[in-house]
């Protein structure tokens, strides 16, 4: 069964940093694109980040740009958010998900995980 | 970024209606389009991808068809289950961007 995870999330203060982790069981990780989309409480779906299979492409929101960084670990099933320079309008359930596998060209996420939440307050 | 509209934003429905919703990109995305249902509380579940091409596992009942800029997504016989808030997101390019959601409600 494939199986995401997400952990990591939690209270910050403004301008603060948290990092968040995705454990991936099920299939094998290093064949997929990976994602992190968030949903802000009562709101709708905001895609964050994708990484490429091996890590060497990388794609992210202007409105994250410069203060997030996807990355992923193979040999651990895992993928990762560091969030730096955290703000109110970050506040959001946090999802990681799987990209479809495709021979070529690009695909939406089949597969996401329960999110983990994070809350950026004073 | 290519803006993802949605109507209507909400629709009342009787189980056994036929729902249609509509999705409009800002600019031709060809068929690089999904559907999400998500229901409160959960995650997202992916239901359609390439415009028309079904996920494993979802019921026939939903379609999806269009090209270029607009889209729709159809239930053909609204089930109890399917009473949830649904979501178009093109993936032509970056950022990737949804729509705002449609959510069915029981009339």
């Known amino acids: 069964e494939v199986q995401l995870v997400e952990s990591g999330g939690g209270l910050v203060h403004p301008g603060g940093s948290l990092r968040l982790s995705c454990a991936t069981s099920?299939?094998?990780?290093?064949?997929?694109?990976m994602s992190w989309v968030r949903q802000a409480p009562g709101k709708g779906l905001e895609w964050v980040a994708n990484?490429?299979?091996?890590?060497?492409?990388?794609y992210y929101v202007d409105s994250v740009s410069g203060r997030f960084t996807i990355s992923r670990d193979n040999a651990k099933n895992s993928l990762y958010l560091e969030m730096n320079s955290l703000r109110a309008e970050d506040t959001a359930l946090y999802y990681c998900?799987?990209?479809?596998?495709?021979?070529?060209?690009?695909?939406?996420?089949?597969?996401w995980g329960k999110g983990t939440t994070v809350t950026v307050s004073s | 970024a290519i803006r993802m509209t949605q109507s209507p934003s909400s629709l009342s429905a009787s189980t056994g209606d036929r729902v249609t919703i509509t999705c409009r990109a800002s600019?031709?995305?060809?068929?690089?389009l999904a559907w999400y249902q998500q229901k409160p509380g959960k995650a997202p579940e992916l239901l359609i991808f390439?415009?028309?091409t079904m996920q494993s596992g979802v019921p026939s009942r939903f379609s999806g068809t269009g090209s270029g800029t607009d889209f729709t997504l159809t239930i053909s016989c609204l089930q109890s289950e399917d009473f949830a808030t649904y979501f178009c997101?093109?993936?032509?390019?970056?950022?990737?961007?949804f729509g705002q959601g449609t959510t069915v409600e029981i009339k």
């Open positions: 998900a799987r990209d479809i596998w495709v021979v070529s060209g690009p695909s939406p996420p089949d597969v």
């Open positions: 099920g299939f094998t990780f290093s064949n997929y694109w």
């Open positions: 990484i490429k299979e091996d890590g060497s492409e990388k």
């Open positions: 600019q031709d995305i060809s068929t690089y």
């Open positions: 390439a415009a028309s």
């Open positions: 997101q093109q993936y032509y390019n970056y950022p990737r961007t």
